[in-house]
């Protein structure tokens, strides 16, 4: 991660000026200071990716003074500057958690490598950092891809292996839970920045207010709490794929900034002037009709065929044939693996209900109902139709209307959410829990049945 602004503390002029050129011609953007009092006050008014102090000045210990830095911005990088007479304080720095040490006179050669290696660690921080925070909260549809054999997907795999290698924007749709982000990766992984960052951001899960800062990052005081500059998701996507997930939730003054950004590949920080530029893919997803949203004016034109540049549409699970029951078997051996159980092949029963079922949280839904059902099974591995109906998935067959008709697949969805909703107390949360859908499917089904007409709790 590229270091914008150092500080500079040392009580010699000399040794301030010739740092701060060494420096300026390695392109940074330099402070130089000769007191710990300056270097307290300067603090305070403005962000630095980087301290490089002596030890000894002339109104305390620079070493002490960097612990206290550490302290009040923990992700501070620290370097010290010392005398041959002063390398066991050196190596009492870097115990104490100071990056490097340089030894006076400073040499410029030793200086840049020592700044490349500090960039590349910044680097490789905060990609652990966000794939820290992704393991925790990323639920993938099951381990490794299978695409299935229906038509729709065979051609979905065959328009991946032909943009993979491409930079072109893709626009991925299809409804929650069909493997969009799946699909994300795989045009990642088949790409020439394969070994580059694959970085998530979900426009869904994070607030109106915040989502700016989450986009391009901000600089110190941009706003209350911003204690210390922070790079953004495209920052740190730099050289690899950015994957805006749930797209269509981004409100419009930033869909007005973020078509800037897919133009030029520049943005510049919340609260910050210094334009930064991305060599980023993007690929953004969403659950709804984009071109819907455009009409209805609740997602920009502009942005929308910026975006569509390779569109990937999704089937639902209920559209795909014999997939089902492939990803039913694999599911089933999967969570009989990880739960210690040697599962058999489900029943004539099972598979008819599960056929018979709308699914409408598709191969998430399917992963989550078949785990329950492992976890219930008898103990010789025997799968029955209760085992997959124990937090109210409703799994019966279509059943006859009293005019003789069949209900549809979405009527029979509609009913199971309304008795969903009715069972857990109108709590939406508990009612997606109990479908094994997401928070957001579940708010989406509820306006387009209001939409409809529908009387929604």
């Given at each position: ?12 002029s ?26 307290r ?9 980087l ?107 065959e ?25 994300a ?42 204690v ?40 510049e ?23 819907h ?97 124990p ?33 857990c ?33």
């Open positions: 991660m590229k270091l914008e602004k150092i500080l500079v503390l040392d009580d010699e000399s040794v301030r000026g010739v740092l701060a050129d060494l420096l300026k011609e390695l392109n940074y953007s330099v402070l130089a200071v000769p007191s710990i009092a300056q270097a006050l300067i603090l305070k008014q403005d962000a630095f990716d301290i490089i102090s002596d030890v000894r000045l002339n109104d305390g210990n620079g070493l002490e003074f960097l612990q206290e830095v550490k302290k009040t911005y923990p992700a501070m990088q620290l370097v010290v500057m010392t005398g041959f007479g002063s390398l066991d304080s050196a190596v009492e720095a870097l115990r104490l958690g100071v990056f490097d040490y340089l030894v006076k006179p400073i040499d410029g050669a030793r200086l840049s490598v020592a700044l490349e290696r500090l960039e590349e660690v910044r680097k490789l921080e905060a990609e652990n950092t966000y794939l820290r925070q992704e393991v925790t909260s990323r639920a993938t549809a099951g381990g490794g891809i299978d695409w299935g054999t229906c038509e729709a997907m065979q051609r979905v795999k328009l991946i292996d032909k943009i993979a290698v491409t930079d072109a924007t893709v626009l991925i749709q299809g409804e929650s839970g069909t493997g969009k982000e799946v699909v990766k795989a045009l990642h992984d088949g790409s020439p920045r394969a070994d580059k960052p694959f970085i998530r951001v979900n426009c869904a899960a994070i607030s109106a207010n915040l989502l700016e800062s989450e986009f391009f990052g901000h600089e110190k005081g941009a706003f209350t709490g911003a210390q500059r922070r790079e953004g998701r495209f920052e740190l996507a730099h050289t690899g794929t950015l994957l805006l997930d749930e797209i269509s939730e981004i409100p419009p003054d930033l869909q007005v900034k973020l078509l800037r950004v897919l133009q030029e590949r520049e943005f920080r919340v609260g910050g002037n210094k334009t930064i530029s991305a060599d980023i893919r993007v690929i953004a997803t969403t659950n709804r009709n984009l071109m949203e455009v009409r209805e004016g609740r997602f920009r034109e502009d942005l929308f065929y910026r975006l569509n540049v390779v569109p990937i549409e999704l089937p639902p699970l209920r559209d795909r044939g014999e997939d089902l029951v492939r990803l039913a078997d694999y599911f089933i051996a999967q969570f009989g693996r990880k739960h210690g159980r040697k599962m058999k092949a489900p029943g004539r029963e099972v598979l008819m209900r599960m056929k018979a079922y709308g699914w409408p949280g598709n191969v998430r839904e399917l992963q989550n109902v078949v785990e329950r059902a492992v976890i219930l099974s008898t103990e010789n591995g025997d799968l029955r139709v209760e085992d997959f109906t937090l109210g998935v409703n799994m019966q067959a279509a059943r006859p209307e009293a005019d003789g008709g069949v209900q549809t697949i979405a009527q029979m969805e509609q009913k199971m959410i309304l008795k969903a909703l009715q069972r107390g109108n709590n939406r949360t508990h009612a997606a829990e109990l479908l094994g859908i997401s928070l957001r499917t579940l708010r989406n089904k509820i306006s387009e049945y209001r939409e409809a007409g529908v009387t929604v709790p």
